[in-house]
């Protein structure tokens, strides 16, 4: 039987706290997830640091992608028979939902900037190279993985298959929020999509909205807008993120350096020295990450060993809001006051930023080009969301930008000097 076409003796489930089962029938699925390199995913957490905020967060990016996957099967069921979708692209898309964060790393986006890394390229490594994830998806034919890497890339010529993966209203967006949401305990990121599954059409190049859905699309941008701000960019998190950085900065910097470690860190060779391959890539999950910062605050070298002791116990920065451009001379007097303290600001003074565009028109010719979300009329006819949502128009285009200071106030309490400690309290408004 043509493995496309086969199905499991019975359907497998999996019980998941956000969708309350995950339901797979497909051989292809099926074999998919229990690939080595989609069950990595089980060892990497969905929210990085988020865990030393929120203690909950716990959830992995192996259950987020179920879910994803789950999102897209229900989708497909809506749509079956409907104009626009052609049904044998049905297992196409289950796919790409499935691995479209199959090449994510270790406390991901931090990692990535570290060692300028794209995990949407791994992403395609591992569905294109020599893995069990290729070898799955070949025997449904030889041009499957292609495919499925050109759906994730957005390049693939099917829009509406890219825009149920990837868009302002996509399957990904939808069930990080709701399981980010579950796993902090928060409220923010709660959104009818039972509604928002009722109501979605297909159309030529994207997924549309029925106007009568109007309400529950703005719930969900308010949802992800609140979510940004008090989970994803909570400054305790940040300082968190700046910490682990820092670390991989410092471990870089002394390898390059010629330091001797006591601990040998085998596993960032490739990656110190810029030559990191797909084998290498898979290696690497948060338990190893984590192993090397207990080992390493066993190091001769005061830096290192302090940034993983504080990482590993939660010693976290503070912070203070302070924008660099506007703050330009107290940035320099506290660099200038730091080094005389003998507390290095390349690692003890950081100024972080994060910014967010929760809703976007169509600009075109910008360098990442958001297709809007349109609502579909009773008279068949197009209507872009902000034109008609007065609460979706008040945010849309508007990028919201916040900086913030981290600094060891404990090391600043440690200063000798007491007029040194005083001029950067003065600074800090410590």
Known sequence: MNYKLQQLDEEKVFKDPVHRYVHVRDRLIWDLIGTKEFQRLRRIRQLGTTFLTFHGAEHSRFSHSLGVYEIVRRI??????????????????????????????????????????????????????????????????????????????????????????????????????????????????????????????????????KHSGMHAVEDYIMSRYQMYWQVYFHPVTRSAEVILSKILHRAKALYEEGYLF?????????????????????????????????????????????????????????????????????????????????????????????????????????????????????????RELSRESTIVEAISGKKRTDHKLYYPADLIDGIHDKGLRKKIGEILEL
């Open 262 to 382: 006591k601990f040998e860190p085998l596993h960032f060779i490739t990656l110190f020295n810029d030559k990191v391959d797909l084998d290498d890539y898979i290696k690497l999950d948060e338990g190893i990450i984590q192993y090397y910062f207990q080992a390493w605050q066993e190091e001769e070298d005061e830096i290192l060993r302090d940034l993983c002791e504080r990482f590993s116990n939660r010693r976290l920065f503070k912070y203070m809001e302070f924008n660099p451009t506007v703050h330009m001379n107290a940035w320099h007097k506290l660099h200038t006051y730091f080094v005389q303290a003998k507390i290095d600001p390349d690692y003890y003074l950081i100024v972080d930023s994060s910014s967010d565009l929760p809703y976007d028109f169509y600009r075109p010719g910008e360098e990442e080009e958001r297709l809007p979300i349109h609502l579909l009329t009773k008279k068949g006819e197009y």
């Open 76 to 209: 497909s069921e809506i749509f079956k028979g409907r104009p626009h979708w052609n049904d044998d692209e049905r297992l196409l898309c289950l796919s790409a939902a499935l691995l479209h964060d199959v090449g994510h790393g270790p406390y991901s986006h931090s990692f990535e900037k570290v060692f300028g890394l794209d995990h949407e390229n791994f992403t395609q490594q591992i569905i294109l190279g020599e893995t069990e994830v290729n070898h799955v998806l070949k025997r449904v034919d030889k041009d499957f993985p292609k495919k499925v890497a050109e759906v994730i890339a957005k390049t693939y010529e099917n829009r509406l298959v890219v825009s149920m993966i990837s868009s302002q209203i996509d399957a990904d967006r939808m069930d990080y929020l709701l399981r980010d949401a579950y796993f902090t305990g928060v409220s923010y990121g709660q959104f009818d999509i039972e509604r928002i599954l009722r109501v979605m059409r297909p159309q030529e190049d994207q997924v549309v909205i």
